[in-house]
């Protein structure tokens, strides 16, 4: 059974960073592809990042490339997002997703 459990979400200021985590269980994480959405208020799903499967290839939305960084640490099966420069626009429901499946998602609120 999958299970994603996001982590990290928060109030920051404009300007400031978080670190988002993902941990993973259930599935061989070491050989998927991981992605990160976000739904912000009132608005569908947006994706934000992807990474390959041994964490040597990233890709990222226009919105959010130079300021957010994935990783992954596979012996741990975890996934991470590094949120700089954050914006109010990035305020949203941060998932992370191997496929269809999806985690209960962590908030992030930019806001001064």
């Known amino acids: 059974q999958v299970q994603l459990v996001e982590s990290g979400g928060g109030l920051v200021q404009p300007g400031g960073s978080l670190r988002l985590s993902c941990a993973a269980s259930g599935f061989p994480f070491s050989t998927y592809t991981m992605t990160w959405v976000r739904q912000a208020p009132g608005k569908g799903l947006e994706w934000v990042s992807g990474i390959n499967a041994d964490g040597s290839s990233t890709a990222y939305s226009d919105s959010v490339k130079g300021r957010f960084t994935a990783s992954r640490d596979n012996a741990k099966k975890m996934l991470y997002l590094q949120m700089n420069s954050l914006k109010p626009e990035d305020t949203a429901v941060y998932y992370c997703?191997?496929?269809?499946?999806r985690g209960q998602g962590t908030q992030v609120t930019v806001s001064s």
């Open positions: 997703t191997k496929g269809p499946d």
